[in-house]
């Protein structure tokens, strides 16, 4: 084989392996879908917020509390020793001087407080507000499931929409290939006086006729995939053939997400009602 022939051949293999290992399938693009989600990440930071409320509320309620606190007061006086007046703030000692007697004050009052406080009677307090947070988390990771389930229904219509683009332009595709064929075989049958010029003709129409809806079919194509980048949150604009899929119907559901919304809004609901019940019997 020649250097140039072999240069040709890898350059053809590298190309078509790179076209290979070019296609990404449905799973990656729902993946990338649930990972660049604004909605699925805010429900998550949600739910995390929510969790860590439970725990401020059971410290607040149930656990005790320290604090240290301190208090000093000073007695400034005007001293006249040594034939000067000087304004002292925290004088130790002075023989002539203006302000409060120092006997009294000694100079300053010091106080130190060490504080210990341990809640008793705050436990239904503290369980009617953490059921209330968290019938606000589960409603968070219900938003979240039915969020996840939308964007798989959303980026499988999209894809399938861009498979039906990529077919339609491989049909024509194919079907200029035959009108060439049909072109090269009738010219030959014009030169040998068979056939007509006017059947040539009709061919040449035909095949442009294909190919200005090839060109339209390949423009949708890059645009319903740039619609499936974007609805990813995908930056790639790089062409990609998309691997064909195999839709299969899943296990049956028996709890529905829908369903469950109302489910958890009606909890929540109550989880209000018992939490302002008992404030305003404490009030």
Known sequence: MKPFTSSVVAVTLLFF?????????????????????PLIQDNKNQSEAA??????????????????????????????????????????????????????????????????????????RFRASAEQTLVGAQINENTMQLTSHDLERFITDQ??????????????????????DQKSMVSKLVEAGIAKQSDLSLLTIEQKIQQAALNSYQSIYRRDLMDLRVLCGISDTTYQVLGNIDLQLGEDVTVSKFTERYRLDSLNLVATQKFLNRNTNRS
């Open 159 to 180: 894809y399938i929409l861009c498979l039906q683009d990529y077919k339609q332009a491989q049909y024509l595709n194919d079907l200029i290939r035959i009108i060439n």
């Open 51 to 124: 969790r860590l409320e439970i725990d401020r509320l059971k410290a607040f309620y149930t656990k005790a509390q320290i604090s240290v606190s301190g208090n000093y007061q000073f007695s400034p006086i005007i001293s006249r020793d040594n034939g000067q007046s000087d304004f002292v703030l925290n004088p130790e000692a002075a023989e002539k001087y203006s302000g409060y007697d120092l006997a009294a004050s000694n100079g300053g009052v010091y106080q130190g407080f060490l504080n210990y406080n341990q809640p008793i009677f705050n436990e239904s």
């Open 17 to 37: 392996s790179t076209h290979l290992f070019a296609q990404e399938d449905l799973a990656f693009y729902i993946d990338n879908a649930k990972t660049n989600s």
